[in-house]
Nanobody, 115 residues
């Protein structure tokens, strides 16, 4: 069982920046995938960015060049640096990890981009 605690959401103006953080509980083995999804009202949950076992990062086309994902395996944390935010980035952002073949989700943190 892995518990995830997210922080860092909020309200920001278009063009602004936010940093999301997610801390996973201690694990026996290295967490495989660590990443972020988001879900806007009336839309399905979508992948934003993730780091896979080989530490390669993957980004959705809509956030490439604006968002940066980073992980610290020593601390079991993953962060998402979001720059040049747009109103269409407004959503609930969820931390997601894959560990021992199971998917785990954070509780979600609201990101609102509005003037």
């Amino acid at each position: 069982q892995v518990q995830l605690v997210e922080s860092g959401g909020g309200l920001v103006q278009p063009g602004g920046s936010l940093r999301l953080s997610c801390a996973a509980s201690r694990t026996t083995f290295r967490i495989a995938d660590m990443g972020w999804y988001r879900q806007a009202p009336g839309k399905p949950r979508e992948l934003v960015a993730t780091t896979i076992e080989t530490d390669n990062a993957y980004y959705a086309d809509s956030v490439k060049g604006r968002f940066t994902i980073s992980r610290d395996d020593a601390k079991n944390t993953v962060a998402l640096e979001m720059n040049s935010l747009k109103p269409e980035d407004t959503a609930v952002y969820y931390c997601h990890v894959v560990y021992a073949g199971y998917d785990y989700w954070g509780q979600g943190t609201q990101v609102t981009v509005s003037s």
